[in-house]
């Protein structure tokens, strides 16, 4: 039968440290939402940044369209820096999904993690129609409902459910050689680290130490081709549950990981 789990929960977060007092704007990249600043005292290895400067708008904008975690989008916060060579990654495509995009990375021995943008985009599940338009700025805008932070809470609830996860952690990813023609794109910006379980995961606990973990196609492929095959529905419906009980409404397949036990 298979397991559900969660593909996309936060864990253990580096140390944040959201008092700096004097700061200095140096840059905001292109192609994300992060600014970098500069902070007294320096504290090597690590950026402080700003997630979101850009939901930092009027009261009058806000009476029209929430005010939401402005607040905390543009505040500035202290995260660790997160370099490919020190953790003995390499990246090997882009990823991504209707909110976020990312990196999927590979260590020497095969095993899988990703890199998604905490910035996130409603805009991009809009058809290509409405790019560019007022529409999609009030989509992106509307990212503002959700706390940059707030899933630091959930991996101690969803350990506590028994339910399979991930363990995030929210990195900074300097500009560095070893991301190759990817520098130019994702570099600078502020990303959710995270395992992307796939095959055998028979050393992590967090994923039931199953010995084969498939994604959603898969799994249908295996229900379709063998009827002895079946869902551990008090699991699902558990997983399920939970999504709502923390109001994640955004769950596609791609967001599932499958864990297989005979």
């Known amino acids: 039968m298979a397991v ?24 905001i990249t292109a192609a994300s939402q992060t600014t970098v600043v500069t902070d007294s005292p320096f504290v090597k290895g690590t950026t402080v940044v700003i997630p979101g400067l850009e939901f930092k708008r009027s009261g009058y904008h806000n009476f029209w369209s929430g005010k939401h975690y402005r607040k905390e989008w543009a505040m500035p916060v202290r995260v660790n820096n997160f370099y490919l060579d020190s ?17 999927r990375l590979k260590n020497s021995k095969g ?31 509307q990212a503002s409902i959700a706390h940059p932070y707030s899933a630091i809470t959930i991996t101690p609830m969803i350990q506590a459910t028994g339910i399979y996860h991930t363990n995030p952690k929210i990195v900074f990813l300097p500009s560095q050689s070893t991301l190759g023609s990817f520098d ?23 994923f039931g130490n199953s ?18 095959n079946r869902i551990d529905q008090k699991a699902f419906a558990k997983a399920r ?9 955004g769950r596609h397949p791609d967001n599932w990981r499958w864990a297989k036990f005979d």
């Open 184 to 206: 130019k794109k994702y570099a600078d910006q502020l990303y959710l680290f995270e395992e992307r379980p796939d095959d055998n995961q028979e050393d992590a606990d967090y």
């Open 4 to 27: 559900v789990f969660f593909q996309n929960r936060f864990s253990c977060m580096p140390k944040l440290i959201a008092g700096v007092i004097c700061f200095t704007l140096l840059y």
């Open 87 to 103: 953790a003995g990654l390499v990246s090997t495509e882009e990823s991504g999904s209707r909110q976020s995009q990312g990196l």
């Open 211 to 228: 010995k084969n973990v498939i994604g959603s196609d898969k799994l249908f492929e295996h229900i379709y081709e063998d009827n002895d």
């Open 241 to 249: 549950l939970f999504d709502m009980f923390i109001g994640d409404w």
């Open 111 to 141: 095993k899988e993690y990703v890199l998604r943008s905490v910035d996130k985009d409603f805009s991009r599940a809009l058809p290509d129609t409405f790019k560019g338009t007022f529409i999609a700025r009030i989509a992106k805008d």
